[in-house]
């Protein structure tokens, strides 16, 4: 299952947003143009089908504080659409959600399971105070009626009669979203907790040690490839070891030829972020959404050639990649099709494709590598 499109409405400052999304999405623009909004509304998303509408909601300030700016003083509307489509469903489905403001705070007025098959017929159609579900029985035929919503923070909470493995596989699949803002760098140089079912190094990179253990002991052949990874971007680089401190935890030890050994303490900021996106990017076996934002931190430009390499081949996995950036660099390893570019016209957020036939990529790129194209301003996406 993988997102085809992307719609939003009144999502901050993406007023009105149509993006066909592909395996590897890269977004470039100039600060405060929308990317890292983009990669909220997925997060949003995620958040709704754990059932935590409420809790994302007041950590960003409140539904008010989330819709776009200027839109009057009485109710306002936030709209997210998405299409989906892959083996995970017998066909192509558009999900639609809309909140309102009320007061304060808010009230879920809209979601729709719609199947592209079915003419537009919802599976399930919820208001604010209603409810029509396709019958599980009849696949197309509908009941009506009140239904009573707990408390507007979980999304598909009230879905019966829809069939159960669809839900369930939306369910997996948006409390699957990754968000990956980069690790904290202290949690990572101290003593982890060894946790036996650590998939992911987390958000934080709090559970980097176990994770790697774990792909030790049952994947070698992905912790492997992380380690020929590092050997890449550090030629010295022989292993990584995980001795005990006691109580439970372990540390990370880095060893390098000539029996040198430091432990994660006595590493760089930017091989402990490396180290970290190579677990992200090589290390999750389930395909997911992974939402990265600035991944290109404390990273030697060299370092670049070998994180584009790994964001591909995620990509080519069966992840789904979204990646905010604000380094040139990175674009000289990428293909205009990658590209995903913001730009501020007339007060508006305009995005569009890095291969749209508009920006005459072709003739730029016969004498010019696709960052060079990026700062002589051929893409766009600059204040």
Not at 147 to 157: H, I, N, T, V
Not at 168 to 182: I, W
Not at 337 to 352: A, K, Y
Request: glycine share 12%.
């Amino acid at each position: 299952m993988r997102l085809s499109r992307i719609v939003l409405g009144n999502f901050r400052i993406l007023r009105s947003l149509d993006l066909p999304l592909r395996p590897l999405n890269v977004l470039i623009g100039a600060n405060g143009c929308g990317k890292s909004t983009l990669l909220q509304a997925l997060q949003f998303l995620g958040y709704g089908y754990q059932g935590q509408v409420r809790t994302c909601l007041n950590g960003w300030g409140g539904l008010g504080s989330v819709v776009t700016q200027g839109e009057g003083n009485g109710a306002r509307l936030l709209e997210v659409k998405a299409d989906l489509e892959g083996e995970g469903l017998k066909e192509p489905l558009t999900l639609e959600v809309g909140l309102e403001t009320q007061g304060a705070g808010y009230q879920i007025v809209q979601e729709s399971l719609i199947p592209t098959l079915h003419r537009g017929r919802p599976l399930l159609h919820r208001t604010a105070t209603s409810l029509t579900e396709a019958g599980a029985s009849e696949g197309v035929g509908y009941s009506t009626g009140m239904a009573q919503f707990r408390d507007g923070s979980e999304l598909l909470q009230s879905a019966h009669a829809v069939e159960g493995s669809l839900v369930a596989g939306l369910k997996d699949f948006f409390t699957g979203v990754a968000y990956c803002p980069g690790p904290d760098l202290t949690k990572v140089r101290e003593p982890q907790t060894l946790d036996p079912l650590a998939k992911s190094p987390s958000a934080d990179g709090s559970q980097l040690v176990s994770c790697l253990y774990n792909l030790r002991v049952e994947r070698q052949g992905t912790y492997e490839r992380i380690e020929d990874a590092l050997r890449a971007a550090f030629p010295g680089f022989t292993a990584l070891d995980f001795p005990p401190t006691g109580l439970g935890k372990v540390t990370l030890l880095w060893r390098e030829e000539g029996k040198r050994a430091f432990y994660a303490s006595q590493l760089s900021d930017g091989t402990l972020n490396f180290l970290y996106w190579a677990v992200v990017l090589l290390g999750t076996a389930q395909p997911t959404l992974m939402l990265l934002d600035e991944p290109e931190t404390c990273l030697h430009p060299e370092l670049l050639m070998l994180l584009a390499g790994m964001l591909k081949e995620a990509a080519a996995c069966g992840h789904q990649v979204l990646v905010a950036t604000h380094s040139d660099r990175l674009l000289r390893w990428l293909e205009p099709q990658d590209l995903v570019i913001f730009d501020h016209e007339d007060g508006e957020v305009r995005v569009r494709r890095g291969d749209d036939p508009a920006l005459n990529l072709t003739s730029w790129l016969t004498d010019y590598t696709l960052d060079e194209v990026w700062l002589r301003g051929g893409l766009g996406g600059r204040p």
